[in-house]
């Protein structure tokens, strides 16, 4: 599965939502996350990718489209 | 040793509704429930100074612990809203108690300036006799009620709390604490300029993992299993934050005490008065773990666990 499809199937889990966004549109005004869905976000990412993403990068602005996204797990796997 | 002797706590008599605030911020008093789990928060009248605040919750703290100020070894005041910054308002609160020598120190830490205290005096008193550490806030002054500021002025009240940490008796001893500092994020939470900034969805998401780590390890450190604790006493910040840290922790939600939902986020003050609140609940003394942390400004965090006498 490509890193975008796993992404949106961590979104999707984490938002109960089957919403599929563009890649550059906001997650947050899609609806898919809010402050609080975004830790289970990042908590989901960690887990699908065998990451760990440092408390240092845990900024809405990183983790605000599927593209920020895909750009910022492939710079860290 | 230590123990936690006794909790004292003042709160301002204006209450503030969701409606009042909703109609400033541009938001419905649904959507700042939702958000924050708050119903009303206390705001403190224009002659009230942090000092005066702190000072009214420590008398009510002596008094519930049936001590005197003459019998303190050491003061700590916690605020990250006080009107002056240097020297801060614990000099102030000492001379309020009739003190002239007794050392008082201030802790420039929102929200979690209180457990830093704790657990600092926890060390002390065994050597400085009677620590009482208060947290005093006026974050009304501090925050833009506006739809620019909406988001972080809809979560903060006034009020202060207090502590009582003795190295003689109480109705808990200290066991052990931890806390932690990362500087490198201290922007996403500060009182720069008189004026309080925060980044709300990254502060969510540092203490939604941060504060459940340092429970976690403080917990692992003494075999402790955190079903096993009888009470969490958490920094108000946000309902939602708390029943986040009970479902990392497994932990009942229940046995988090919470009154955020009448005081909002009392910034450092909120841990004692929480604290304050659920002592004076108590109807049987206490029977189990209690655990007590706190996430804020600093960034610092970090947790302390007592266990019963």
Known sequence: MEPAARILKVLQKVSGKQLSPGADESLFVSGLLDSFALADFVSGLEQEFGVTIPDGDLSARKFDTIGKVEAYLAARV | MAFLRAFGSWLPARQVSNHEVAALVEATPEWIL??????????????????????????????????????????????????????????????????????????????????????LAAHLAPAMGRVLVVGAEIMSRRISLTPQGRNSSILFGDGAGAALVDAGSGFARIVDSCLFTDGASAEILSVRDGQFSMDGPAVLMQA?????????????????????????????????????????????????????ARY????????????????????????????????GSGLNWGALLAVPC
């Open chain 2, 34 to 119: 939702e958000m924050t789990g708050i119903e009303e928060r206390r705001y403190a009248a224009e002659t009230d100074t942090v000092a005066g605040i702190g000072l009214l919750a420590a008398r009510d703290c002596l008094d519930k612990a049936g001590a005197t100020a003459a019998e303190l070894g050491m003061i700590m005041v916690a605020s990250g809203s006080s009107e002056r910054f240097c020297p801060g308002p614990a000099s102030q609160i000492a001379t309020g108690l009739g003190l002239a020598s007794t050392p008082a120190l201030d802790l420039p830490i929102a929200s979690a300036g209180s457990l830093v205290g704790l657990a």
């Open chain 2, 264 to 295: 909002g986020n009392t910034s450092s003050a909120s841990l004692l008065i929480a604290a304050d609140e659920w002592r004076c609940q108590q109807t049987a003394p206490l029977s189990g773990p209690l655990v007590l942390s706190a996430f």
């Open chain 2, 208 to 260: 939604s993992r941060k504060i459940p780590r340092a429970i976690n390890e403080l917990l692992a450190r003494h075999q402790v299993d955190a079903k096993d604790v009888e009470a969490f006493l958490l920094h108000q910040a946000n309902l939602n934050l708390i029943k986040r840290v009970a479902a990392a922790l497994q932990a009942p939600p229940e046995r988090f005490f919470s009154n955020i």
